[in-house]
């Protein structure tokens, strides 16, 4: 190096002397912005190479910290998705939570309701094999369970105990291939057998051809197999098929439809009715007519409402009133009201019907009751309520 | 090549070197810097004559040293900036290369031949003009035109009167 400056000493001169002229007349020279051009030059000398720098440095640091930020996110993405599966969990843990709390709710409304006595059990386990039908419930002898005894849900019924032990019981399902139970229908009565296939849906047996049976109609147990008692609900029709000599007719087990977890032993089996099934053509409740507009005459109705049997009550009623006769007071031999009596206010009287005789319930059921012009409480209007007949024979009184 | 074109282009460089005395060194810029400042108030077109460039020239050419021209130039020029209204410096960049470069040209070539002093004088008068236009501009920021037919008249004018005033300059020389 001193031997290249010596080399080239007089351009190194050359250079150190030009430098420290440019750099006295940095000193005294200042720009438009009366700022000094030793700073100027000095600021535009160091900006680039500070900018340069500070690229570098920010590239660098940022690369490290979306290197960081990416590997952190690529960290959070793995603890999220753990605490997303671990919530799964718990909201499937917590819905069945909920549900066997909702069933636990159901079986102990039903065997508060239930005539037959009866104890929960918990399924808690499975036989075993991969067509097994059987589970296994955590009472057993010990808890008065006998081998044959039905076990049912609220929904229906489930299996019936095959083997009890001392702290569980073993219970063939429905849907086993050796189960059979009886059962009836509950629109027609008709009395089959109920035997599992080995998987979800059951089907009867030994229903005549000519039996009428729908899809969707209830199966309730019969009683007849000394096992069930009569009247539980078995599952509904999903598809029926005529057949000789008996129908095929394969039913959806409905004491199995909202799962296996808690059921009810029946210790003690008490025989019910089978519920009616539903008339085809009940009677429909009809709301009341809108009110009329403003200056809008409310129409009164121009005839007697109702039937026939209310027209002539009604009619005699209003005899008896003239004739001052009440009707079931009179002693047997005495003189009966003139039936053949005209009323002078005949047709305007009848043409006032008592709504509440004429007025129809759901199913059927009637009520006397006030008008709607009498009652100012209610506020209803004026008009009876229509009712539609009903084909059906007339349900028993429960007057 | 002939002998005098040897003479012209190589020389001998110990033998050609010039040398003067302390005072002629002192006096003759310091006399070139006055007269510049000072006639050219009586006689304006002698503003034109830049004395302290020819000295510039003539001392770097004669003493055929390089570092010792840049520094008289240097110096010329600080002196001349010191006077003038422009930042020091400006003159002393540009002549601090024109004397090294006119230095240079003297280890090279025979500077004792008018006609080459002539060309040489209107070479580096002109280049001083240039550079000194470029700081301007580049330094200064000054937005000024650069006069290139005037510059080169002016350059020869400077060249001739630079010839005459070297001619008395040679007679200040020491003699060997």
Partial sequence: METLLHRHRDKTVLV?????????????????????????????????LARVLETVRGGGVGFFHNYIR?????????????????????????????STADRAKALVAFQARTPSKTI???????????????????????????????VVTPDGIV??????????????????????????????????????????NCKVDYVPSEEKIEVGDLFYTSGDDRVFPRGFPVGAVLSVRSASPYKEIIVEPSGL?????????MLEGVHQAIPEAPPANAPVYLGPPPPPAPGEQATQPSGPAGTDADRLRQHYQQLGEAQGHKFGEGLPGSKPPDFNLKLPAAGQGAAQPQAGDAETRRHGDTEKGPTPAQDPKTGVSASPRPRVPSPTPAQPSQQ | MTESGDRILVGNQREQVSRFRARV????PLAAILFQVYVPRFFVFLGYLELPLLVTIYFALMRRSQIGGLFVGACIGLAQDSLSTKPLGMFGIVKTLVGYFAASVGLRIDVEHPAIRLML?????????????????????????????RTLVLGLLNAIVGVAVFHFLDKLREQA
């Fill in chain 1, 16 to 48: 150190l002397v030009i430098f420290a002229q440019l750099v006295l007349i940095a000193v005294q020279v200042r720009n438009d912005q009366d700022v000094r051009m030793i700073r100027v030059w000095s600021v535009t000398a160091v900006t680039p």
């Fill in chain 1, 70 to 98: 990416v590997h952190d996110a690529r960290e959070e993405n793995r603890r999220l998705e753990a605490e997303l599966d671990r919530l799964k969990m718990e909201n499937l843990f917590l819905k069945s939570e909920l």
């Fill in chain 1, 120 to 150: 929960a059990a918990r399924v808690i386990a499975s036989g075993a094999g991969a067509n097994s039908k059987v589970v296994f419930v955590d009472r057993g002898s010990g808890s008065g369970v006998e081998k044959g005894m039905p």
């Fill in chain 1, 159 to 200: 299996g019936k105990v095959i083997a009890a032990y001392p702290t569980a019981s073993e219970v063939m399902l429905v849907t086993d291939p050796d189960f059979a139970a009886g059962v009836i229908s509950q629109k027609n009565h008709v009395a089959g057998t109920l035997k599992g296939q080995g998987h979800a």
């Fill in chain 1, 257 to 265: 439809e909202r799962g296996l977890e808690a059921v009810l032993i």
């Fill in chain 2, 25 to 28: 060194l002192l006096f003759v």
């Fill in chain 2, 121 to 149: 004088t209107f070479f580096f008068y002109f280049f001083h003009q240039f550079l000194y236009w470029v700081l301007s501009r580049g330094l200064l920021g000054e937005q000024i035109a650069f006069e290139i037919q």
